[in-house]
Protein backbone atom coordinates (compact mmCIF):
# COMPACT_ATOMS: atom_id res chain seq x y z
CA UNK A 1 0.00 0.00 0.00
CA UNK A 2 1.14 3.15 -0.53
CA UNK A 3 3.06 4.53 2.62
CA UNK A 4 5.58 6.86 4.10
CA UNK A 5 7.70 6.19 6.79
CA UNK A 6 10.32 8.71 8.64
CA UNK A 7 12.94 7.83 10.66
CA UNK A 8 16.10 9.89 12.37
CA UNK A 9 14.79 11.66 15.49
CA UNK A 10 15.77 11.76 18.60
CA UNK A 11 17.07 14.07 21.26
CA UNK A 12 20.09 16.36 20.19
CA UNK A 13 21.40 19.25 22.09
CA UNK A 14 21.41 22.79 20.62
CA UNK A 15 23.69 23.50 17.98
CA UNK A 16 24.00 20.35 16.53
CA UNK A 17 23.34 17.84 13.54
CA UNK A 18 20.00 15.26 12.99
CA UNK A 19 19.39 13.57 9.66
CA UNK A 20 16.00 12.44 8.65
CA UNK A 21 14.78 10.13 6.89
CA UNK A 22 12.07 9.44 4.66
CA UNK A 23 11.20 5.90 2.87
CA UNK A 24 8.00 5.77 0.25
CA UNK A 25 6.65 2.53 -1.04
CA UNK A 26 3.42 1.64 -3.01
CA UNK A 27 3.95 4.90 -5.64
CA UNK A 28 6.23 5.69 -8.10
CA UNK A 29 8.41 8.41 -6.00
CA UNK A 30 10.13 10.08 -8.64
CA UNK A 31 6.92 11.69 -10.10
CA UNK A 32 6.10 13.60 -6.98
CA UNK A 33 7.20 16.79 -4.94
CA UNK A 34 8.08 15.84 -2.10
CA UNK A 35 7.28 18.22 1.58
CA UNK A 36 8.79 18.59 4.78
CA UNK A 37 6.21 19.67 7.38
CA UNK A 38 7.10 19.74 11.19
CA UNK A 39 4.43 20.34 14.37
CA UNK A 40 5.69 21.62 17.68
CA UNK A 41 4.19 19.97 20.73
CA UNK A 42 0.73 21.74 21.38
CA UNK A 43 1.11 24.41 17.85
CA UNK A 44 -0.20 24.00 14.69
CA UNK A 45 1.49 22.66 11.49
CA UNK A 46 4.27 24.30 9.90
CA UNK A 47 5.33 23.99 6.18
CA UNK A 48 9.22 23.67 5.99
CA UNK A 49 10.65 22.60 2.83
CA UNK A 50 9.73 21.29 -0.58
CA UNK A 51 11.50 19.78 -3.11
CA UNK A 52 10.51 18.98 -7.00
CA UNK A 53 10.44 15.17 -8.07
CA UNK A 54 13.64 15.07 -9.48
CA UNK A 55 15.71 17.43 -6.73
CA UNK A 56 16.46 20.02 -9.24
CA UNK A 57 14.38 22.56 -7.16
CA UNK A 58 14.00 23.42 -3.63
CA UNK A 59 12.07 25.62 -1.11
CA UNK A 60 12.58 26.41 2.38
CA UNK A 61 10.75 28.15 5.09
CA UNK A 62 12.56 31.11 6.36
CA UNK A 63 12.94 29.86 9.75
CA UNK A 64 14.47 27.08 8.17
CA UNK A 65 16.90 28.32 5.56
CA UNK A 66 20.36 28.23 5.60
CA UNK A 67 20.33 25.39 8.25
CA UNK A 68 18.03 22.57 6.96
CA UNK A 69 18.71 20.81 2.99
CA UNK A 70 16.27 18.87 1.68
CA UNK A 71 17.60 16.01 -0.82
CA UNK A 72 15.87 13.08 -2.18
CA UNK A 73 17.14 9.96 -4.05
CA UNK A 74 15.24 8.64 -6.40
CA UNK A 75 16.71 5.32 -6.86
CA UNK A 76 16.01 4.59 -3.03
CA UNK A 77 12.59 6.08 -3.00
CA UNK A 78 13.95 7.88 0.09
CA UNK A 79 13.26 11.73 0.83
CA UNK A 80 16.12 13.30 3.38
CA UNK A 81 16.20 17.07 5.75
CA UNK A 82 19.48 17.68 6.93
CA UNK A 83 19.02 19.61 10.00
CA UNK A 84 22.32 21.72 11.47
CA UNK A 85 22.44 24.13 13.95
CA UNK A 86 19.37 23.01 15.39
CA UNK A 87 17.22 25.08 17.86
CA UNK A 88 15.17 24.53 21.21
CA UNK A 89 12.44 25.74 18.39
CA UNK A 90 12.76 22.94 15.85
CA UNK A 91 11.78 20.59 18.80
CA UNK A 92 8.59 19.08 16.79
CA UNK A 93 7.20 16.18 15.10
CA UNK A 94 8.08 16.04 11.51
CA UNK A 95 6.32 14.47 8.93
CA UNK A 96 7.17 14.09 5.06
CA UNK A 97 4.24 14.19 3.00
CA UNK A 98 2.97 14.03 -0.55
CA UNK A 99 -0.35 15.57 -1.27
CA UNK A 100 -2.65 12.97 0.71
CA UNK A 101 0.11 10.60 1.64
CA UNK A 102 1.86 11.36 5.12
CA UNK A 103 4.06 9.67 7.14
CA UNK A 104 3.34 9.08 10.89
CA UNK A 105 6.24 11.59 11.99
CA UNK A 106 9.29 11.31 13.86
CA UNK A 107 10.11 13.45 16.71
CA UNK A 108 12.97 15.61 16.78
CA UNK A 109 13.69 17.49 20.50
CA UNK A 110 16.33 20.13 20.87
CA UNK A 111 17.25 20.02 24.58
CA UNK A 112 20.75 20.47 26.10
CA UNK B 1 6.03 36.31 4.59
CA UNK B 2 2.96 35.16 3.24
CA UNK B 3 0.19 34.18 6.01
CA UNK B 4 -3.32 32.25 5.60
CA UNK B 5 -6.09 33.32 8.33
CA UNK B 6 -8.19 30.77 10.08
CA UNK B 7 -10.76 31.47 13.09
CA UNK B 8 -9.27 29.92 15.46
CA UNK B 9 -12.56 28.14 16.66
CA UNK B 10 -15.93 27.03 15.06
CA UNK B 11 -18.63 25.32 17.07
CA UNK B 12 -21.97 23.64 16.13
CA UNK B 13 -24.63 21.32 17.15
CA UNK B 14 -24.60 18.03 15.50
CA UNK B 15 -26.15 17.98 12.34
CA UNK B 16 -25.51 21.26 11.46
CA UNK B 17 -23.37 22.73 9.24
CA UNK B 18 -20.04 23.93 10.15
CA UNK B 19 -17.91 26.71 7.58
CA UNK B 20 -14.39 27.09 8.23
CA UNK B 21 -12.76 29.83 6.35
CA UNK B 22 -9.20 30.84 5.16
CA UNK B 23 -7.96 34.00 3.76
CA UNK B 24 -5.12 35.01 1.84
CA UNK B 25 -4.00 37.26 -0.87
CA UNK B 26 -2.68 34.75 -3.17
CA UNK B 27 -6.17 32.31 -3.09
CA UNK B 28 -7.57 34.17 -5.90
CA UNK B 29 -4.49 32.40 -7.79
CA UNK B 30 -3.76 29.65 -5.88
CA UNK B 31 -5.39 25.98 -4.87
CA UNK B 32 -6.15 25.77 -1.10
CA UNK B 33 -6.24 22.15 0.89
CA UNK B 34 -7.97 21.43 3.93
CA UNK B 35 -6.58 19.13 6.39
CA UNK B 36 -8.49 17.21 9.38
CA UNK B 37 -6.35 16.51 12.03
CA UNK B 38 -7.82 14.56 15.06
CA UNK B 39 -5.57 14.25 18.27
CA UNK B 40 -2.01 12.39 18.20
CA UNK B 41 -2.67 11.58 14.55
CA UNK B 42 -1.26 12.63 11.10
CA UNK B 43 -3.16 15.21 9.06
CA UNK B 44 -5.77 13.86 6.61
CA UNK B 45 -6.40 15.65 3.13
CA UNK B 46 -10.33 16.30 2.92
CA UNK B 47 -9.93 18.79 -0.07
CA UNK B 48 -7.49 19.47 -2.71
CA UNK B 49 -7.61 22.08 -5.17
CA UNK B 50 -10.65 23.78 -3.73
CA UNK B 51 -13.27 21.69 -4.05
CA UNK B 52 -12.09 18.27 -4.69
CA UNK B 53 -12.71 15.65 -2.47
CA UNK B 54 -10.09 12.49 -2.56
CA UNK B 55 -11.57 9.10 -2.41
CA UNK B 56 -12.58 7.89 1.07
CA UNK B 57 -13.44 10.88 2.70
CA UNK B 58 -17.31 11.95 3.32
CA UNK B 59 -19.19 13.70 1.04
CA UNK B 60 -20.62 15.90 3.92
CA UNK B 61 -16.92 17.67 3.04
CA UNK B 62 -16.67 20.06 0.65
CA UNK B 63 -15.02 22.82 -0.16
CA UNK B 64 -15.01 26.36 -2.63
CA UNK B 65 -13.09 29.48 -2.88
CA UNK B 66 -13.69 33.24 -3.63
CA UNK B 67 -11.79 35.87 -4.21
CA UNK B 68 -9.17 35.91 -1.59
CA UNK B 69 -11.37 33.62 0.73
CA UNK B 70 -11.63 29.47 0.99
CA UNK B 71 -14.10 27.82 2.92
CA UNK B 72 -14.28 24.44 3.95
CA UNK B 73 -18.17 23.54 4.56
CA UNK B 74 -19.06 20.22 6.63
CA UNK B 75 -22.85 19.75 5.98
CA UNK B 76 -24.30 17.76 9.00
CA UNK B 77 -21.21 17.35 10.97
CA UNK B 78 -20.80 14.54 13.22
CA UNK B 79 -19.58 13.87 16.78
CA UNK B 80 -16.40 12.41 14.65
CA UNK B 81 -15.74 15.04 12.53
CA UNK B 82 -14.38 17.18 15.96
CA UNK B 83 -11.01 17.87 15.09
CA UNK B 84 -8.48 20.86 13.81
CA UNK B 85 -8.39 21.70 10.27
CA UNK B 86 -5.62 23.66 8.49
CA UNK B 87 -6.02 24.77 5.16
CA UNK B 88 -2.77 24.87 3.28
CA UNK B 89 -1.92 26.83 0.25
CA UNK B 90 1.37 28.83 -1.81
CA UNK B 91 2.27 32.46 -2.16
CA UNK B 92 1.90 34.05 -5.08
CA UNK B 93 5.62 32.44 -6.53
CA UNK B 94 3.97 29.00 -6.12
CA UNK B 95 7.60 28.19 -4.19
CA UNK B 96 6.59 28.72 -0.70
CA UNK B 97 3.79 26.96 0.89
CA UNK B 98 1.92 27.90 4.52
CA UNK B 99 -0.54 26.85 6.82
CA UNK B 100 -2.95 28.73 8.13
CA UNK B 101 -2.86 28.46 11.99
CA UNK B 102 -5.82 26.05 12.37
CA UNK B 103 -9.26 26.37 13.28
CA UNK B 104 -10.56 24.12 16.54
CA UNK B 105 -14.09 22.33 15.16
CA UNK B 106 -15.95 21.17 18.22
CA UNK B 107 -19.41 19.62 17.52
CA UNK B 108 -21.81 19.05 20.70
Redo the contacts between chains.
Keep these: QVQLVESGGGVVQPGRSLRLSCAASGFTFSNYPMHWVRQAPGKGLEWVAVISNDGSNKYYADSVKGRFTISRDNSKNTLYLQMNSLRAEDTAVYYCASGPVWGKGTTVTVSS | ?YELTQPPSVSVSPGQTARITCSGDALPKKYAYW?Q?KSGQ????VI?EDSKR?SGIPERFSGSSSGTMATLTISGAQVEDEA?F?C?STDSSG????????TKLTVL
Excluded: E, K, R, T
Design positions: SYQAPVLYPDYYNHWVFGGG
